[in-house]
């Protein structure tokens, strides 16, 4: 888990707003993606 120090989530707070770009967008886009997932798979059906 330590061989990547720039994926934590604490990363976007800290970046100013100016510098999200097409990369952070993705990168939030996936990590809502993956949360729904995980929301559904939990859900019982």
Request: charged residues 10%; hydrophobic residues 65%; contains cysteine.
């Amino acid at each position: 888990m330590g061989m990547i120090p720039k994926k934590p989530k604490m990363t976007l707070a800290v970046m100013p707003p100016m510098k999200a770009g097409p990369v952070d967008f993705v990168f939030i886009s996936l990590m809502v993606m993956a949360v729904v997932i995980a929301i559904v798979c939990v859900l019982p059906w």
